[in-house]
């Protein structure tokens, strides 16, 4: 998975998209709707797996560089693509 992409700032994002990820964290906790949207975009035209993360890193008081537990959330079928894909169904 390529973690949180739109914190890559020194070459195109792009370019380190197009490396072989099994997946995008497409939802993430400091992206704007357009990123998002844009990443959930490439991720659907290149038939990678889409994940959501609000790269929590423990409770700091004051933190804004990070989200919490909880604050972010994905539509169902993102997760039962990943699920699937790494054989952790129920079904």
């Known amino acids: ?4 992409p739109k914190l890559i700032k020194r070459v195109p994002v792009q370019e380190v998209m197009a490396f072989p990820f099994d997946g995008i964290e497409a939802i993430y906790y400091q ?3 357009k990123d998002t949207d844009f990443f959930i ?3 659907v035209h290149h038939d990678l797996l889409i994940t959501c993360g609000s790269d929590f890193h423990g409770d700091h008081e004051g ?3 990070h989200g919490h537990v909880g604050c ?3 539509p169902e ?3 039962e693509k990943f699920l699937k ?5 129920k079904k």
């Open 1 to 4: 998975m390529l973690a949180h």
């Open 31 to 33: 992206n704007t709707k």
């Open 41 to 43: 975009s490439y991720a």
């Open 63 to 65: 933190d804004e560089r």
């Open 72 to 74: 972010m959330s994905m």
């Open 77 to 79: 079928e993102y997760l």
């Open 85 to 89: 894909k790494y054989n952790c169904n």
